[in-house]
């Protein structure tokens, strides 16, 4: 199988290429990240990417896999075109080969104050839900942060400091629809904003690469209507 | 300088470009709907559509609903692309001084043609 892959190594002073490998690789019932740990292995020991789980639960190995930002760990080599293209997420900062630097999308991840707010005191057991208020939440709290919608999204690149990107979005609204939350005015406070919401034009290329199949758009639809609601 | 953001601000201009876009998709077809029902349209039968102080008043409304949209995804496409205050600023004021332009001149068509 014939691979091409974004290699950079900020100590050489050299500037980024794209690097071919081939290897003898049955791609039946095989991931990208399988093809990528047998590379390191056998060809090149110096070829950095970042992995743990290897079954799309962590959410470490986001990567642009010809041209589609998916977790290696759950595309399957099968049906791929070759030569296979990997690089890094895109419009991060690139710390060595297929590693990127998260830093800014977590700083926009904690700005949405991703945990409740309840200022009840804490009851005896738990805070209850019915299974209505409960099923609010699904589609909402899978996501595993891996970064795979916000780097594609077209607004994240042109204001990347600013536009919080889907994954952030998502996860402010599933704290604003969490029944036992009770900062949702505040939440929709700070995300009232040109930038940090408005910048979504709903294209939706997050819901088309996101490896768990949420939808980030329908959530950022719905953070649009509570502000509506609360403002007429 | 610190980067800012503001809260509470956005909604308005959002909400505006959905309410014309509305207003535009309610006034084509019912217009063609008109325009086909009221005969052949040569320039007699054309200036006739806008006789009645109604079509002027829908058709105004239209065009100011057209310009706002224009102007609303203007204002996204600086925001997104033309990142520099300076050339954001008077670009977003030039159009919306075109536009405002384009709105007096329409009203000025629709009113010239007599009722």
Redesign the interface.
Known sequence: MRFRIYRYDPESGARPRMQDYEIAFDPAGKKVLDALIAIKEQQDESLAFRRSCREGVCGSDGLNINGVNSLACVTALAGLKEPIEIRPLPRLAVIRDLVVDMGQFYRHYRAVKPYLINLDPEPESERLQSPAQRAELDGLYECILCGCCTTACPSFWWNPDKFLGPAALLQAYRFVADSRDQAADERLDYLEDPYRLFRCHGIMNCVEVCPKGLNPTAAIGKIKTLLVKRSL | MK?V???????G???AQRASAVVMALYLPAFLAYAWASGPLDYPGWRALFAPLASKVAGLLFVAALLLHAWVGLR?IC???VHPLALRLPLLFLFALAYLGCLAWAADILWSVPA
């Open positions: 980067t953001g503001g809260a509470r601000r956005g909604l201009l959002w909400l996204e925001i997104d692309y």
